[in-house]
């Protein structure tokens, strides 16, 4: 079963618009953190935002913020004010807890394509 | 803040030759190191944790004497792709966690290895 998914392979936004981007998760951890990141054409891994399980209150960061719904198990990226620059692959990602046996790696949905339109 | 080099950017190699990308963490020790692999369109899939001083530990279905992993020290780890064939041209992306900054992974640059 998918730990991390993102049902959107594509979304179109118009620039200055807001847009929300789709992710859920699945652990059985209580401990865990989310994360998105932006992917441009050139490859690079940008960070985003990052939420912990036991935030309370949804994590902010400029234009972006993380809409996350705890009993849902989702974690939706929110972005405002939409900029050309926007236009890049998003992945959303889970670390489950340490103690779970996993060796605190990311583990990546399949990304959601955003194209920004002028 | 974190840094982590990645080298080199691109490779284009022929069949049968092996390639060594490096990751260098800057200004922070990694003790363990992932190695992802990502295909056209396609997300990142890890295939190995590095730790300094001891084996890599695989993930399944990757060859560990295909794709060998040095990381001798707290701020290089190296993954060498050995004879290699068109089949392993992907992009192979670095990442380790800084360990002063609970959850800040940070990515190398990538490496997009071209096997002709």
């Known amino acids: 079963a998918q730990k991390i998914t993102q049902t959107q392979p594509g979304m179109f936004v118009q620039e200055k618009e807001a847009v929300t981007l789709d992710c859920t998760y699945d652990?059985?951890?209580?401990?865990?953190?989310l994360f998105w990141y932006k992917q441009p054409s050139s490859g690079e891994m940008i960070f985003l935002i990052y939420?912990?399980?036991?935030?309370?209150q949804n994590a902010t960061e400029g234009r972006y913020s993380l809409n996350f719904q705890k009993a849902r198990k989702s974690a939706n990226l929110v972005i405002s004010a939409s900029q050309l620059g926007d236009s890049a692959m998003y992945f959303c990602?889970?670390?489950?807890?340490?103690?779970?046996?996993?060796?605190?790696?990311?583990?990546f949905g399949k990304g959601t394509k955003l194209s920004v339109k002028p | 803040g974190a840094v982590v080099s990645q080298h080199p950017s691109w490779v284009i190699c022929k069949s049968g030759t092996s390639v060594k990308i490096e990751c260098r963490s800057l200004?922070?020790?990694?003790?363990?190191m992932f190695w992802y692999r990502q295909f056209p369109k396609q997300s990142l899939m890890l295939m190995a944790t590095?730790?300094?001083?001891?084996?890599?530990?695989?993930e399944q279905g990757v060859e560990k004497d295909k794709f060998l992993i040095n990381h001798a020290s707290l701020t290089l780890s190296t993954l060498t792709v050995t004879s290699a064939h068109p089949e392993d041209s992907s992009f192979y992306i670095c990442?380790?966690?800084?360990?002063?900054?609970?959850?800040?992974?940070?990515f190398g640059s990538g490496t997009r290895l071209t096997v002709v």
């Open positions: 990442s380790a966690r800084d360990p002063r900054y609970g959850h800040v992974y940070t």
């Open positions: 652990t059985s951890d209580q401990s865990y953190g």
């Open positions: 939420q912990g399980s036991y935030d309370e």
């Open positions: 990602a889970m670390r489950e807890a340490l103690y779970g046996g996993s060796q605190g790696n990311l583990i």
């Open positions: 200004d922070f020790q990694a003790t363990t």
């Open positions: 590095s730790n300094e001083g001891s084996k890599a530990t695989y």
